[in-house]
């Protein structure tokens, strides 16, 4: 890559990074456009030009916290069942002790920027869409009788509410929460499965 296009994707990243710890210890009212700058070394311009506004700065720090992943584990793992799907999310959310209070600082942040919600609403319909794409293969062939968008919503309740407790500080068994909550979905799937044979 030659160095005109490196120093614009080291900016965006710079930026990204400094937006992600400044958002997570200040929130998203809390983190200025000026902060940002301060922190990342870059300029308001570079900031602007990468992400148009502070609210899809802010989206696209959300996005690298659990969309982008998300997207990862089913672009790398295409035969995973829902219950595996729910497992290896909710272990990518774990693996960073920030991403959980990271993720709520923004949902928080969203409720008084209408703005901000709206895209973050766009967001999180997107991600439910490229899920129920995902497993509605799986349930079509192994449990016709689920319906592939409530099990995407319960997929994404299981995982939000897992970064909701961290993010609070409530102590958690991963290892269990994630055990309890594949076997909730298999069992969902699989007396579907039964009730259609």
Request: charged share 20%; net charge negative.
């Amino acid at each position: 890559m030659d160095e005109s296009r490196r120093r614009p994707a080291a900016a965006r990243e710079a930026i990204l990074r400094a937006a992600t710890e400044l958002i997570r210890v200040n929130g998203v009212a809390g983190t200025s456009i000026s902060d940002v700058i301060t922190r990342s070394g870059t300029s308001a311009g570079a900031i602007y030009h990468h992400f148009g506004s502070k609210e899809h700065l802010v989206l696209e720090v959300g996005r690298n916290a659990m969309a982008v992943p998300m997207t990862m584990i089913m672009a790398t793992a295409t035969d995973l069942s829902p219950d595996a799907l729910f497992a290896a999310a909710l272990d990518r959310v774990g693996e960073d002790e920030h991403t959980p209070e990271l993720l709520l600082q923004i949902w928080a942040g969203a409720k008084s920027d209408p703005s901000l919600w709206a895209l973050l609403l766009r967001e999180v319909a997107t991600v439910k869409a490229s899920i129920i794409i995902f497993i509605g293969g799986w349930c079509a062939e192994h449990s016709p009788g689920t319906d592939p968008g409530v099990l995407a919503s319960a997929i994404m309740s299981l995982v939000t509410g897992y970064a909701v407790q961290r993010s609070l500080g409530l102590e958690i068994d991963r290892a269990a929460y994630r055990e309890f909550g594949a076997a909730m979905i298999a069992e969902v799937t699989t007396s579907r499965a039964s009730a259609d044979a």
